[in-house]
């Protein structure tokens, strides 16, 4: 499906400089929030039948983590848009230095499948709370959840100032043909480069929130009740489809059988003896990705889950051991419930590892050992890390989010993505009662008292 959309209309829209008014800017946000209230069901509704996620699930991980983002954006939008005074050397005094936060305009936000509403839901409370406009492209592979988002922001705001278009990869590429202010993508590292590559044509600012293969290490010292459950919660949620899921855990060999029973017992405890009846436990999207999912099964060992069931699009919480190292298994994002277990006997064994790879969005470490914590966080680079935990790097809402590399570029979440959808206007004001006749052509100063007297002029 293409798109008849013209931007003029938005641009139009923006340029009358409503949108940069604070008090509409949380008019907007109020108005979601509300809205928020009114479509909670539907979208929870949606959620179910595209993903199977639970009521609890999708308020956890969806519309519960918007309305934080509403909540935390109200209470900052003040001090976040206040103008930022800033020292001027003596050389240009009297005069006065200032940072302006003015919104980018009419922005673009093209989301995933995976966390359908949240992921572009969240960007819009940030784009919202910096004044801008905004066009919101979800994911056609969830159909219902798309057209709950279309139903929730078409019915809430005038559509010069936020609107939702349906469609698939014809539809985001005729998007993309607009001259927006920036664009905010989440997906995969493949789209991600043609959406900078159609960016560069209008010279439009991008950012990527992309994936990767983020590992989780256990160190000797680790608790293993503990780090299994932290790593089964985050592995298996929403069926293993989170960017941040750990991909693969490393183990210290001597750990290895103590802590896949740990993982086991832990599966049971979360899922029952059948996850496929469990009401916490997803399916995978679409045919194709279980179709990908189920090959990647193939040449390792299955230590525990491994069911499949075709007609649900089921793939059971799988823990699996000696994976064919050069496989797609060990090579690309799994993305799904496959959580391969791989023993180490020294460090460098996992650095060379990570390190012949694109930094991932995650790292994970389960040690209280800080000077194995210091050394693998500056051996292994990622996005983001965390310690002795999965996902919860994403809840404090001071923690910028975002990836490095093929990971992603740029951040969100709080105040970071504030700032994304923020210019920020540097401005010096100075006065005209003195003007230093030295500072003009034909100079009169000599490169010595040049020198000598720069740091007076530049203020450093
Ligand atoms: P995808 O790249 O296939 O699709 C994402 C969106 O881009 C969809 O709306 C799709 O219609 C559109 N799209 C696809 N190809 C395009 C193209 N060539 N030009 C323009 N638009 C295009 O990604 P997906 O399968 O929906 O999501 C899975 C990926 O997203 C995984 O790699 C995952 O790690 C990543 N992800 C990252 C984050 C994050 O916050 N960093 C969050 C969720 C998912």
């Not at 069931?309 to 298994?329: C, F, M, R, V």
């Not at 023993?343 to 389960?366: G, K, S, T, V």
């Amino acid at each position: 499906m293409h798109t008849d959309f013209q931007i003029d209309g938005m641009k139009a829209f923006f340029v009358k400089g409503s949108c940069a008014n604070i008090a509409f800017r949380r008019e907007q946000l109020n108005k979601l929030a509300r809205a928020l209230d009114v479509h909670e069901h539907f979208l929870h509704q949606a959620l179910y039948d595209d993903l199977r996620k639970s009521p609890v699930d999708a308020y956890a991980s969806e519309t519960g983590f918007i309305r934080s983002e509403i909540r935390y954006a109200l209470k900052n939008l003040h001090r976040w848009t206040r103008p930022q005074r800033v020292a001027t050397p003596a050389g240009l005094q009297p005069a006065h230095s200032r940072i302006i936060p003015e919104p980018k305009g009419t922005v673009l936000i093209i989301g995933p499948w995976n966390y359908p509403a949240q992921l572009v839901l969240s960007p819009l409370v940030s784009a919202l709370a910096a004044g801008c406009c905004a066009v919101l492209k979800p994911s056609e592979l969830t159909p219902h959840t798309s057209s709950a988002l279309h139903n929730l922001i078409n019915n809430t705001f005038d559509p010069e100032i936020v609107r939702v278009i349906e469609g698939g990869r014809e539809t985001a590429e005729a998007l993309l043909e607009q001259p927006f202010d920036h664009i905010f993508f989440t997906g995969s590292a493949a789209a991600g480069r043609s959406i900078m590559a159609a960016a560069a044509q209008n010279l439009i600012p991008v950012t990527l929130e992309l994936g990767g293969k983020s590992p989780a290490v256990l160190g000797a010292d680790a608790n293993l009740a503990v780090a299994a459950r932290r790593i089964v919660r985050g592995k298996f949620m929403n069926a293993g489809q989170t960017c941040v899921a750990p991909d693969h855990v490393w183990v210290p060999r001597q750990l290895i059988t103590p802590f896949i029973k740990e993982l086991q017992q832990t599966i049971r405890q979360f899922y029952s003896g059948s996850p496929q009846h469990s009401p916490d436990y997803g399916r995978i999207v679409n045919r194709r990705h279980f179709d990908r999912l189920t090959a990647l099964l193939e040449g390792s060992h299955v230590a525990c889950g491994g069911q499949i069931d075709t007609k649900e699009l089921y793939i059971a919480p799988t823990i699996l051991t000696n994976p064919p190292s050069g496989g797609t298994l060990m090579q690309e994002e799994i993305f799904g419930p496959l959580l391969p277990v791989l023993p180490y006997d020294d460090e460098q064994e996992i650095i060379r590892f990570c390190r012949l790879r694109p930094a991932p969005l995650a790292l994970y470490l389960f040690t209280q050992n800080r000077s194995a914590q210091k050394r693998l966080m500056e051996a292994i680079p990622s996005g983001g890390v965390c310690i002795n935990d999965t996902v919860s790097q994403l809840i404090p809402k001071g923690l910028p989010f975002g990836g490095r590399g093929a990971s992603g570029m740029g951040s969100c979440h709080g105040k970071a993505g504030f700032d994304t959808f923020t210019h920020f206007r540097s401005v010096l004001r100075r006065s005209t009662r003195f003007d230093i006749q030295a500072f003009y052509p034909p100079m009169k100063v000599s490169l010595e008292n040049l020198k000598r007297g720069y740091r007076f002029f530049a203020g450093a």
